[in-house]
């Protein structure tokens, strides 16, 4: 079985029957007016907002609205910086939480030198397992108090 096929040497070139030379012409001109028109009416559109637009009328009209909260912060620096002041203040100031329980707030060196002084509490757990002794219930976590950590007294 022969598979021979004649080649016919026609010279350089292409396809006359798959490629449409005028088709691609009309197309890409038919692509550039498309294009044309797009950018005109593009302007056009820019043109008559721009001569119909009043931003001194337009602020005027609307009402003034407050966001909800949480708002932007309108001075932040100002605002971290006495919010710093009154922890500092805080931490550093001594002042009666509540009286008639004997609750009172210590400068937090002082508080540190008094812990060093009377040393932190402790338990030899491991006697009293070796003893046969069963753990203690776990503590009932504190409700925080009224008022505790605030500046009270000033």
Not at 136 to 144: L, M, S
Request: charged content about 20%; hydrophobic content about 40%.
């Amino acid at each position: 079985m022969e598979h021979a096929s004649e080649h016919h040497t026609n010279g350089s070139g292409h396809e006359l029957r798959e490629v449409s030379v005028p088709f691609i012409v009309v197309s890409l001109v038919a692509l550039l007016i498309g294009a044309f028109l797009s950018c005109l009416l593009t302007v056009g559109i820019f043109q008559f907002f721009h001569s119909t637009y009043r931003p001194d009328r337009a602020v005027s009209e609307s009402p003034q609205v407050v966001p909800p909260e949480p708002r932007v912060e309108e001075k932040p620096f100002q605002q971290l910086l006495s919010e710093r002041a009154r922890e500092q203040h805080i931490l550093n100031s001594y002042a009666v939480i509540d009286q008639k329980q004997g609750i009172v707030r210590v400068p937090i060196g002082r508080a540190i030198d008094m812990l060093a002084e009377k040393g932190l509490p402790s338990h030899d757990y491991l006697s009293d397992i070796l003893a046969g002794k069963k753990a203690p219930a776990p503590a009932k976590p504190a409700e925080p108090r009224r008022g505790q950590g605030s500046n009270n007294a000033q």
